[in-house]
Nanobody, 119 residues
Framework: QVQLVESGGGLVQAGGSLRLSCAAS????????VGWYRQAPGKQRELVAT???????NYADSVKGRFTVSRDNAKNTVYLQMNSLKPEDTAVYYC?????????????WGQGTQVTVSS
């Protein structure tokens, strides 16, 4: 089991920045990919950015060039630096960690943190 706790959400004006953090505990040695997803009201949860154990990153087209995902394995923490925020970035942001057990992938989720961008 892996526990994930997000922090850093809040209210920001368009064009501003926020940095989200996600601290992992538990069976952290089994974690492979980590990343961030978001869900806006009335919409499905969508991928924002992921980073592998080898530090390979993947971003949604809508955030490329504005968001940066990173992981600090020594601190068991993954970050999402969000710059040039837009009102359409408003959503609940969820941290995700994939745990590999006996060759199968299991998704673990944080409780979510609200990000609101005002115009």
């Amino acid at each position: 089991q892996v526990q994930l706790v997000e922090s850093g959400g809040g209210l920001v004006q368009a064009g501003g920045s926020l940095r989200l953090s996600c601290a992992a505990s538990g069976s952290i040695f089994k974690i492979s990919d980590v990343g961030w997803y978001r869900q806006a009201p009335g919409k499905q949860r969508e991928l924002v950015a992921t980073v592998t154990k080898a530090d390979n990153t993947n971003y949604a087209d809508s955030v490329k060039g504005r968001f940066t995902v990173s992981r600090d394995n020594a601190k068991n923490t993954v970050y999402l630096q969000m710059n040039s925020l837009k009102p359409e970035d408003t959503a609940v942001y969820y941290c995700n960690a994939v745990v590999v057990l006996f060759g199968r992938n299991y998704n673990n989720w944080g409780q979510g943190t609200q990000v609101t961008v005002s115009s």
